[in-house]
């Protein structure tokens, strides 16, 4: 999928703080130069970031570094004609020099250099952000230099969190800062839309217009692995994502994340994560 490039670009201020309320999120696939604050206060759903595909909910705080493709579609239950369910966010958009072009160049900013050149993987924050999570909400309360002031404090707080996920892989930003490897826009696209179906490799070198052994090199020069190890992470990602929920069985999750057979699925999540889905619960806890 493409991404389409949307401007954020504050009109009178240095940054945008905005509370949306909507019967769900714009189901898009975008980027803008502005990092992307985000307060989940009320909605639940699926969170693609870079090649990151991971549920989110109520009560997440995640920072999205400038540049990288990404979209909240929420659950199904949000669609239905007739639902009363509301998706409400507070966002703030900022660009890396929102208050000018040496501001990270200066020695006590270091930290948050550190913070946003992580965020262009996209971060998300663990652990009780209830506190921060206020913080961001009252932003819109704040204005001149003390809303100024403010950011600045929550972003020093975000800086020295400790409990992160990084989300998208490396490979990923990198190739698509990468105007020679443009061609895998495509290929992402149907990938996301295709993750929990039967992909084959002969089918995404055809939406990449070349042949599958071209592809195969093509695809591995790019991430630094083959094509079936990048979908088959991707999905083991997602799993672990459905196994922390603790909604769904294991036998379900498998289907549910285009693995054909549980086996097979239990034998690819092993590999990647080190445990069995069983157990990986338990693991993560520790």
């Known amino acids: 999928m493409k991404p389409k490039y949307l401007d954020r670009t504050p009109s009178h201020s240095s940054f945008n703080v905005q509370v949306k309320t909507e019967k769900h999120f714009l189901k898009v696939w975008h980027f803008h130069k502005e990092l992307e604050l985000d307060f989940i206060s009320s909605s639940s759903g699926t969170l693609f970031a870079g090649d990151y595909i991971g549920k989110f909910s109520e009560g997440n705080l995640v920072l999205l570094g400038k540049n990288l493709p990404h979209m909240w579609v929420n659950s199904e239950e949000y669609f ?40 262009r993987r996209g971060i998300v924050f663990k652990g009780d952000t209830s506190v921060v999570n206020k913080r961001v909400q009252s932003l819109k309360r704040y204005s001149g230099l003390s809303r100024v002031i403010e950011l600045l404090k929550i972003l020093n707080v975000l800086a020295k969190w400790e409990a992160v996920e990084v989300l998208s892989s490396q ?95 239990n034998r690819q999540f092993k590999m990647i994560t080190g445990f069995a889905p069983s157990n990986y619960l338990k693991e993560y806890k520790k």
Not at 87 to 109: I, N, R, S, W, Y
Not at 194 to 215: K, Y
Not at 242 to 261: M, Q, R, S, V
């Open 80 to 119: 239905v004609e007739d639902s009363d369910l509301v998706a409400e966010a507070c966002v703030v958009h900022f660009t890396e020099e929102f208050l000018g072009e040496d501001f990270l160049k200066q020695p006590e900013m270091v930290e948050m250099e550190q913070l946003f050149i992580k965020a």
């Open 171 to 265: 490979d990923f930003v990198q190739s698509f800062s990468d105007n020679k490897l443009k061609k895998l826009e495509a290929v992402y696209e149907y990938i996301y839309n295709h993750f929990n179906t039967d992909i084959s490799l002969e089918r995404v070198a055809e939406v990449a217009c070349m042949n599958p052994s071209a592809f195969s090199r093509y695809f591995k020069k790019a991430h630094g692995k083959n094509f079936i190890k990048y979908v088959n992470e991707l999905r083991v990602n997602y799993a672990c994502k459905l196994i922390l929920d603790k909604k769904y069985a294991i036998i379900d999750i498998c289907f549910e994340c285009g693995f054909n057979n549980l086996s097979n699925f």
